[in-house]
């Protein structure tokens, strides 16, 4: 549903926060129009709580942002020139990559979930989860260029993970309980997905938009047809997968249990069709507007670009240390 008027002033404005400079390219970040620069990750120190590092995968310095909370979860948005940052506390603050600076900030009025966050392709909403009243189990989309909380969704319990559909016309959100729903953003319409009874772990749509899969602590990944929530292909043989995504041609994905290594699977039969990089058990990743490139943090605290189609790396480097956690890629 959309959000009522009164809520959305709930947003510090904008204009009292960012320098007129910035507010003519609106509150997603000076970056409107740029391309993205395919070169920063962003990692958060789990340690500290509040310090936050954005690393040039060319160079492979860091700078050390320090946030005004506990940092749950961040994405990039402006074609990777901002990065927004949640806290649970209820404010999502944007930095420039470049220079560190605040050039936005949201107050979303409630505690929130900080399980996740995500960025709509076309880098309009961001995407987070209440955890408290009034906004409990919901997925609130916050537009940057108004700085305004255009939608609410419900899901129904916690929120544990969301996702864009890579065309931006569809969110999905799966919950603790192993709820599942998807939004048609522009019509507020939405399915609820089959019949899942842990929590999900992770979700992830087809280059097309057709298909969601989703993966739950103890049950196999399933794929579901975001029209209407159907059952579609056959389940791939693990469960509590921790990396889950589709490879280019839409017709398999790559996805590992906890203690596994990267596997292609076959979405209309389930059959394990090989590994997928190096035997190293994955611990999160990005995947391109395409497809075909996968950046992923490993459990032996390496970072690596993987190819999707052939599984070559073409970078590696060590992590920042064993108490940063990669969130996400500049794509």
Same mark, same amino acid.
């Given at each position: 549903m959309r959000c009522s008027k009164t809520e959305r002033?709930? *947003?510090?404005l904008c204009s009292i926060l960012i320098p007129f400079s910035?507010?003519?390219?609106?509150?997603?970040g000076g970056?409107?129009?740029?391309?993205?620069?395919? @070169?920063? *990750?962003?990692?958060?120190g789990a340690v500290s709580g509040k310090n936050f590092n954005i690393v040039n !995968?060319? !160079?492979?310095? &860091?700078?050390t942002i320090v946030n005004s909370d506990v940092i749950g979860a961040a994405t990039f948005v402006g074609g990777g020139?901002?990065?927004a940052v949640v806290s649970g506390s209820g404010v999502i603050n944007i930095y420039n990559v470049s220079t560190g600076a605040v050039v936005g900030s949201f107050n979303c009025g409630c505690t929130l979930n900080t399980q996740g966050i995500a960025s709509s392709p076309d880098g309009r909403y961001i995407a987070v989860a209440g955890d408290s009243a009034p906004d409990a189990n919901v997925v609130m989309l916050w537009n940057q260029q108004t700085g305004m909380c255009d939608y609410k969704f419900d899901l129904g319990e916690r929120v544990k993970i969301m996702a864009f559909s890579p065309d931006g016309k569809y969110l999905a959100a799966g919950g603790t309980g192993g709820a599942v729903k998807i939004w048609n953003i522009s019509t507020d319409f939405f399915v609820n997905v089959g019949n899942n009874t842990s929590t999900i772990e992770t979700i992830a749509f087809s280059p097309d938009g057709? *298909?969601?899969? @989703? &993966?739950?602590i103890n049950e196999k990944v399933r794929f579901w047809k975001t029209s209407d929530g159907t059952r579609t292909g056959s389940p791939a043989d693990i469960s509590g997968a921790s990396v889950l995504f589709f490879l280019p041609d839409g017709n398999s994905i790559a996805t590992a249990g906890f203690t596994g290594t990267l596997h292609k699977y076959r979405v209309a039969d389930g059959t394990d069709e090989g590994a997928l990089g190096p035997a190293v058990i994955p611990y999160r990743s990005s995947i391109s507007g395409d497809f075909k490139t996968?950046? *992923?943090r490993y459990d032996d605290k390496k970072f690596r670009m993987l190819d999707t189609v052939t599984g070559g790396v073409s970078m590696s480097f060590d992590a920042m240390g064993t108490g940063d956690q990669f969130q996400d890629m500049s794509w």
């Open positions: 002033f709930r *947003i510090a910035f507010m003519l390219s609106g509150c997603g970056s409107s129009g740029s391309q993205p620069d395919y @070169t920063n *990750i962003a990692a958060y !995968t060319r !160079t492979g310095l &860091a700078q020139m901002d990065v057709q *298909i969601l899969a @989703t &993966a739950n996968a950046f *992923i």
